[in-house]
């Protein structure tokens, strides 16, 4: 089994910042992407940025220029530095990761989300 667990929600004013972390650990062979999903009240989980561990980086229009993605491959770990956070960047975060187990099966984790809140 894989784990993830995340860190650094929190609520902040328009206009500020905010930096999630996340942490994958268990029967981990190898991760390929990793990655932050978010959901907002009454709508669908949307990417909103992702990192290989190849350093490619991928991000939702939406938070270009605004939030950082960057990932630590020896520790399994990614973070996402939030900078100029709007009200509609209010949602549960989530981190996923992607990759193989220790059986060399693949895997797509998901942790127990983490609350931002933007206040205008």
């Known amino acids: 089994q894989v784990q993830l667990v995340e860190s650094g929600g929190g609520s902040v004013q328009a206009g500020g910042s905010l930096r999630l972390s996340c942490a994958a650990s268990?029967?981990?062979?190898?991760?390929?992407?990793m990655g932050w999903y978010r959901q907002a009240p009454g709508k669908q989980r949307e990417l909103v940025a992702a990192i290989t561990t190849g350093g490619r980086t991928n991000y939702a229009e939406s938070v270009k220029g605004r939030f950082t993605i960057s990932g630590d491959n020896a520790k399994n770990t990614v973070n996402l530095q939030m900078n100029s956070l709007k009200p509609e960047d209010t949602a549960v975060y989530y981190c996923n990761a992607q990759g193989t187990t220790s059986w060399r099966t693949p895997f797509g984790s998901w942790g127990q989300g983490t609350q931002v809140t933007v206040s205008s």
């Open positions: 268990g029967s981990i062979f190898s991760i390929n992407a």
